[in-house]
T-cell receptor, first 114, second 112 residues
Framework: NAGVTQTPKFRVLKTGQSMTLLCAQD?????MYWYRQDPGMGLRLIHY???????AKGEVPDGYNVSRLKKQNFLLGLESAAPSQTSVYFC?????????????FGEGSRLTVL | AQSVTQLGSHVSVSEGALVLLRCNYSSSVPPYLFWYVQYPNQGLQLLLKYTTGATLVKGINGFEAEFKKSETSFHLTKPSAHMSDAAEYFCAVSDRNNDMRFGAGTRLTVKP
């Protein structure tokens, strides 16, 4: 049972380069989320999706784009990477009903922008 | 929007001592409250949660937390710390819909 899988797990980019992080879940969850984790700041919500074809902004959406073309996948894109986007990125998912709010997390993707 | 404040970014206890990690929340609606644990280089795992009903909730690994509405608190405790409890702990609040907000985290160190 894979749960939530993130790829790649590590990536180094140069300023201005673009990349996409892929999140895949096999639990048939409706909701999916992208968070970034920075020291002393906990997890901050970037974007989320409440279903296939829908996305919404979270706390820190600037510089990122997302797409949810298939229910099981949630992609996070950086069009022009900046050093401020150096972080660990976590994908999470949860079901709609019964709604206990619990999130299931991937193992994280560590991104360094030089 | 709801928010979470965790008091103390680092807590150090001796093995066998009481663990107390503090969490206060702000929410305009009855909240769902969570504690997650993160071990090095891993994602977050759910320790315990409060949704409705009994205000004292028990989780995995001997942890428990009590929801106190009057104090807007959800502190995490464990009677006797073990070396394996060393990790980072996050308190989170959900408005029961789409949004979950996390605290800044508390790193727990357990001394032998």
């Amino acid at each position: 049972n894979a749960g939530v899988t993130q790829t790649p797990k590590f990536r180094v980019l140069k300023t201005g380069q673009s990349m996409t992080l892929l999140c895949a879940q096999d639990m048939n969850h409706e909701y999916m989320y992208w968070y970034r984790q920075d020291p002393g700041m906990g997890l901050r919500l970037i974007h989320y999706s409440v279903g296939e074809g829908t996305t919404a902004k979270g706390e820190v959406p600037d510089g990122y784009n997302v797409s949810r073309l298939k229910k099981q996948n949630f992609l996070l894109g950086l069009e022009s990477a900046a050093p401020s986007q150096t972080s660990v990125y976590f994908c999470a998912s949860r079901r709609v009903a019964p709604n206990t709010g619990e999130l299931f997390f991937g193992e994280g993707s560590r991104l360094t922008v030089l | 929007a709801q928010s979470v404040t965790q008091l103390g970014s680092h807590v150090s206890v001796s093995e066998g001592a009481l663990v107390l990690l503090r969490c206060n929340y702000s929410s305009s609606v009855p909240p769902y409250l969570f504690w997650y644990v993160q071990y090095p280089n891993q994602g977050l795992q759910l320790l315990l949660k409060y949704t409705t009903g009994a205000t004292l909730v028990k989780g995995i690994n001997g942890f428990e937390a009590e929801f106190k509405k009057s104090e807007t608190s959800f502190h995490l405790t464990k009677p006797s710390a073990h070396m394996s409890d060393a990790a980072e702990y996050f308190c989170a609040v959900s408005d029961r819909n789409n949004d979950m907000r996390f605290g800044a985290g508390t790193r727990l160190t357990v001394k032998p």
